[in-house]
């Protein structure tokens, strides 16, 4: 019981949330975009299925920082923090008490591939926001790996139902390379907005730039407007 009213105070803060950044989401560019750059039939929302300047693998190719943190999962924490009512610290089993979803989605790296199709496994972050109720003061999230890297999205982008932190991909537990335990996934946006090896989300009331948009990738990321670098900004 105890467990469905949690759930249930989820759900109800979920819809707020909803409500508050829907005409938002529906105007960014991985939506609204009347001129999208790309190839081949629409996608999930809309966009050429494939984006402009990128080619299609079945493989799954692996970049980082060159530092895989081997991280237990009894060891594992999530904190969530900064301009929200309700901070939390979440342990494994916390994590895995939460709504699960499942979805499939695509993954398009910034250094021009694409995997079309992924199955996948975890927690919308939608729904952790919900957990921690954002202030209205908060604009942007942050988001830090065990790996020192860090990445920041708007909120509107941050809170789309495909935005997850995943456990699971291709029907087995996300690998150590691939960012396992959790790594988060922003399928509108190019993959390097989604941290690996997620430990940390900051809610902010400003923007500030992680560690490749401090280094001259875009703020805003979008694949089919070719959004790679920092001169590509709106």
Known sequence: MEANNKFDKIIEARMKLKARFEEKMKATPSVADDRPLGTGPANRHGMP??????????????LDLGYHPD???????????????NPVILT???FMAMPQTEDVSDFHCVTTW?????????VRLMDLAALVQPKETATH????????????????EALKPDVLLVHTADGAPLS??????VRM???????????KWIKRIEFMSEDKPGFWEDRGY?????????????????
């Open 49 to 62: 299925k494939l984006p402009v300047g990128q080619y299609l693998t079945q493989k799954w190719p692996v």
């Open 71 to 85: 991280v237990s999962l009894e060891r594992w924490r999530l904190t969530i923090r900064g301009e929200v009512e």
């Open 92 to 94: 494994w089993d916390d």
């Open 114 to 122: 694409s995997r079309m199709d992924v199955p996948w496994v975890g």
């Open 141 to 156: 999230i942050m988001c830090y790996g065990y790996d020192t890297y860090t990445t920041n999205i708007s909120l509107e």
């Open 176 to 181: 150590l390379e691939h960012g396992g335990p």
């Open 185 to 195: 996934i922003v399928p509108q946006l190019y993959a390097w907005k989604g941290s």
């Open 218 to 234: 875009s703020n805003t990321a979008y694949p089919w407007r070719n959004d790679r670098y920092s001169d590509n900004d709106e």
